[in-house]
């Protein structure tokens, strides 16, 4: 078992910042990939970041690239999301994913926190 805690969610207004941390404990935090999924009212869930088990290699959604950070601390255990320039589009609930897989639908993702709110004003 792999348990996800997620912080950093809040209120932001457009063009702000903010971090997102997902604190990871149980089986080895070092042989997932962690990724980020986002789930705005009334719509699926959707990828959003992912970085491999050796932090080597990145991947983003193309409304994020250029805004969001993904980056790992496997010493600490934890994953972060960098997120920069918010628009009120990028408001929804946050998830932290732990894969064994390059993950970019939820069938691939084994493990999830319980979410954190992000909500970007305008």
């Known amino acids: 078992q792999v348990q996800l805690v997620e912080s950093g969610g809040g209120l932001v207004q457009a063009g702000g910042s903010l971090r997102l941390s997902c604190a990871a404990s149980g089986r080895t935090f070092s042989n997932y990939n962690m990724g980020w999924f986002r789930q705005a009212p009334g719509k699926e869930r959707e990828f959003v970041s992912l970085i491999t088990w050796s932090g080597g290699n990145t991947y983003y959604t193309d409304s994020v690239k250029g805004r969001f950070t993904i980056s790992r601390d496997s010493a600490k255990n934890t994953v972060y999301l960098q997120m920069m320039s918010l628009k009120p589009e990028d408001t929804a609930v946050y998830y932290c994913?732990?894969?064994?897989?390059?993950?970019?639908?939820?069938?691939?993702?084994?493990?999830w926190g319980q979410g954190t709110q992000v909500t970007v004003s305008s």
């Open positions: 994913a732990a894969s064994p897989y390059v993950a970019t639908t939820r069938r691939g993702v084994d493990y």
